[in-house]
């Protein structure tokens, strides 16, 4: 069985109507954040069972052989974050075009966070661009 994300739903989203879409956009997160499939943050165990898969790219909480309780956010920067997946994509979208003028204060807005908020999500993505650990 495969340990990688569901086939058919991992597309980046395209536009806005695939961002208001939550399960695209948890697909998006989950298989950028685990290119090589699912697995244990605990112990590195590749997650095989079919239930288990199943709860990691939905985002629930699952249940390793070693005894960890984890979801597939767990740690990465977005663990324990308050952000949805919908916001997460948005924020992504926008902070790729802030080349061309976008100002955080417009992406804050449309994403529905505070400045701040914004700010700190913009510099983790770009450091995840970047290849280097974000936190």
Not at 12 to 29: H, I, M, N, S, Y
Not at 101 to 114: E, Q
């Amino acid at each position: 069985m495969s340990t990688t994300a569901p086939a058919g739903v991992l597309t980046k989203p395209r536009g806005l109507a695939d961002l208001l879409d939550e399960a695209a956009c948890r697909a998006w997160v989950l298989e950028t954040l685990h290119p090589r499939g699912a697995h244990c943050p605990g112990c590195a165990a590749r997650i095989e069972d079919a239930t288990t898969l199943k709860n990691f790219w939905a985002g629930r909480r699952c249940a390793c052989k070693c005894g960890r309780w984890f979801t597939a956010l767990a740690d990465t920067p977005f663990h324990g974050t308050q952000l949805s997946y919908g916001q997460i994509c948005l924020i992504a979208a926008l902070a790729d075009i802030m080349a061309t003028g976008l100002s955080v204060f417009k992406i804050s807005a449309a994403a529905g966070v505070s400045d701040d908020t914004a700010r700190v999500w913009i510099k983790k993505l770009a450091a995840l661009n970047a290849g280097r650990s974000p936190i």
